[in-house]
């Protein structure tokens, strides 16, 4: 045994919280799957995982390097008993002393002193076991059995209905409240966690603050005034009890205050104009946060529970109203009477081991958003209910956050039990995230309908209320339970799944869609993207390799063998279905390209980098002002990776930003401008096909997401490869408030009508800049000829000028999507995925250059 901690109840009367961290040990016991297991104890520190512990042990190998994942396996479907003793002195005034558990993962007994607590079955729950009764003057022993989860999914599912169709995973893992990407997912590995994985602590107390509810809201036609209702829930109340409830400010300025009877409970205020202030999304406003404190005090004046709560005031809502010209109905955001158009990310859980990710970390990706200029982050459904860290910080820095129930890709079942606990677990989850004013939309469960839908199991007619025992049995969680719990407890939009709306999840007129028909589906090019438009695309993606570091670090130990694009090892770090043929077809469409691994990691960052630029500018170019609101939202699959891995992720799992983070950041700055070039194919008459004429047509335009007009002047500059400049002219352009502004249309300067199919179209790239007042430029794109790999690159003379802090990059002819990199440690760039145009010298800054010279790759730099 370790050495046991001391925990003694004080003689006063608050509420005392006395945390149970110190001293725990765990073992493998016997399992249905492992029969024989060696007792043999290790200390380890809590919140924590067992993989977590057997790898800091030395016992398994790390499961992100090489293939070692396959050899933890036995992990999970063994069973572990984590103990801990402490001492412990009855407090006089404790009439009740409960054991929290803030979160067990997830098939838990519970035991002290050798007394049954609980068993628990939920991952996504916290428990509050009443233990005062079982506890020892002296030492007390606390002990946790962990039961395979794997196993215990299996049991379930075969009690209660058999297997169920999915995407995924194990069938399995529709009967369990855990985690689901830990069954592993198209992006991460088969990686089952036990243990602990949040905090545990006793709690004494005679009366204890249960439940504040806070409803804060700007009110009046112009959100200039603003009202909080208050209710306060009491466990275990006396007479006498007395609220004192206080609104500060940040910087402690108390605003209102307030005393009451507990046993009333409620209460509101109004403020008036410039009492308060609003809370707005990142590029709309400040971020003004306040704290509720709750003080309840007993009737001789001492205080004994308090409790804190964040407040902030904005109203959000999601609008779904008809569109002028076009069917269907919008699904934008809106917040504070201000329509957002929401770019941004999906988010899945950090790391396989959860209980490694360090607040810090959530922060690091939070701020990488921000240098992305994003505003919208989806917690997906197959994760979890993120840390509170993660929705501090959206809070903080404006970010808005789409929360997805934990469920994803399955037909899931819905019996009473697991009802009940489903139940639970949304009420938990709704009241610990509706404080965030960050939270702005719950929706039921990623992709269930689609699920559905493709197994012909949806019944669209059937609005019964009663979806138990259809073919789809979990309506009844999306359609019944969880917009219940939602409703009562919060003002937060509810919407049945993601994606969901219209005719089917896939219609594109109605609700948000997941569009995958590039990658997935019918593996559209991606120059589609605009036909394949939705009213809010929640998520689309394209592959992309991570930074070479990334690659390098999940080889094992001193074997480079594996870096090559199609090792054993490197195939097991790509968990999508098909992925070498997808990569190759979307490679071999567009580009010319070397395979050794280093080129591959670049010519598949390029192509995921073009890809999900091209998405968000020609969705951005559909938000066109009140009443065409034609998309209003663009999510890219996936900000994050779980482990080291070649995923859809626009940054890898050590937050290195692939190429893509930037070029999406261009498309999403306050001003851009956008291109599109088609060939047009005109026949002479209805009787050849022989005699026709090809044109290049070019459409320009210009985003503006803030709320003031702004005028500016586009420079438009054509150049034909190996020859020059051959046109140049500007626009004067009024870019719309909030909208984007079509500019011009016509035919790409310079390139002739064409007569035959053997008259190879001239190879002329077009740059656009816009210029402010001042000729400092807002934005620039430059549209080029496509597919590129019919392109003859001219010799390049590409300089590089290193300063200290900063690269200029300077050019003889139009180059495409540079990617800029150092010998050694990574630097932190400011920019990638470039393209430079000559006469337009372009300085990038970055972090970590240390003297080192810069290396470039780009299309036609001879590596292929
Ligand atoms: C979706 C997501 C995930 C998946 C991704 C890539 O539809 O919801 O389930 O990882 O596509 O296939």
Known sequence: MYPSQITHIAHCKMRQSLSVTGGWEFTQIPSKAIPKATEEWHPCSIPTSVHVELIKLNKIPHPFRGLAEWNVQWVGEADWQFRTTFQYALGKHADQVDLVCDGLDTYCDVTLNGKTLGSTENMFLSHRFPCRELLLEGENELVLVFRS?????????????????????????????????????????????????????????????????????????????????ASVTIARSTKGLVVHAQLETASGDVVKEATLKAEDGEWKWDFEAGEVDAWWPIGYGKQPLYSLKVDLVDANGTMIDRSTHRVAFRNAKVIQEPLEGQPGTSFLFEVNGVRVFCGGSNWIPADSFLTEIEPDRYRKWVDLMIRGNQNMLRVWGGGVYEADELYDICDEKGILVWQDFMFGCGLYPSYDHLNASVKLEAEQAVKRLRDHPSVVIFAGNNEDYQVAESLGVMDYSDNSGHYMKTKFPARQIYEVILPEVVERLSGIFYHRSSPYGGESSSDRTVGDIHQWNVWHGTQEPWSNWDILAGRFVSEFGMQGYPNKRTVQAWQDDGDDSQYFPQSRVSANHNKADGFERRLELYLMENFRHAFDMDNYIFYTQI?????????????????????????????????????????????????????????????????????????????????????????????????????????????????????????????????????????????????????????????????????????????????????????????????????????????????????????????????????????DDQVIGVRGLGGRKVVAKYLGDGSA
């Open 149 to 229: 989860a794997w196993y215990e999914a299996k049991k379930a599912e075969a009690e209660n209905g058999g297997p169920m169709a999915l995407w995924n995973g194990d069938s399995s893992r529709l009967y369990s409240r855990k985690a689901q990407y830990g069954w592993g997912w198209d992006w991460g590995p088969i990686l089952l966690t036990a243990g602990p994985w949040k905090p545990i602590r006793l709690e004494a107390y005679s009366s204890r603050i249960d439940d504040v509810r806070v409803d804060a809201k700007l009110t009046g036609n112009d959100y200039q005034t603003a009202s909080l209702a």
């Open 607 to 839: 192509m995921q980098a073009e890809t999900l630029a091209a998405a968000y500018r020609l969705w951005r170019r559909n938000w066109k002002g009140r009443g065409k609101e034609y998309t209003s939202g663009a999510l890219v699959w996936q900000i994050n990776d779980c482990w080291p891995c070649v995923s859809w992720a626009i940054a890898d799992y050590y937050t290195r930003p692939k190429p893509a983070f930037f070029s999406i950041a261009r498309e999403l700055r306050p001003y851009t401008v956008g291109m599109a070039r088609k060939e047009v194919k005109k026949p002479r008459d209805n009787v050849t096909s022989a005699f026709f004429e090809i044109t290049h047509e070019i459409e320009l335009w210009a985003c503006n997401s803030t709320l003031q007009s702004k005028s500016a002047t586009i420079e438009l500059v054509s150049w034909e490869l190996h020859k020059g400049e051959v046109d140049r002219r500007t626009f004067d352009v009024n870019m719309a408030p909030n909208a984007s502004t079509e500019v011009w249309k016509g035919t790409v300067p310079g390139q002739p009508v064409r007569t035959s199919q053997a008259d190879v179209p001239r190879p002329i790239v077009v740059q656009a800049r816009l210029l402010d007042d001042q000729g400092e430029v807002l934005a620039r794109y430059s549209n080029w000829p496509e597919p590129w790999k019919y392109l003859i690159f001219p010799k390049y003379d590409l300089k590089i000028t290193e300063g200290s802090d900063s690269v200029t990059l300077s050019t003889n002819e139009p180059i495409k999507g540079i990617v800029l990199d150092v010998e050694g440690d990574d630097c932190d760039w400011d920019d990638q995925a470039i393209d430079l145009f000559p006469g």
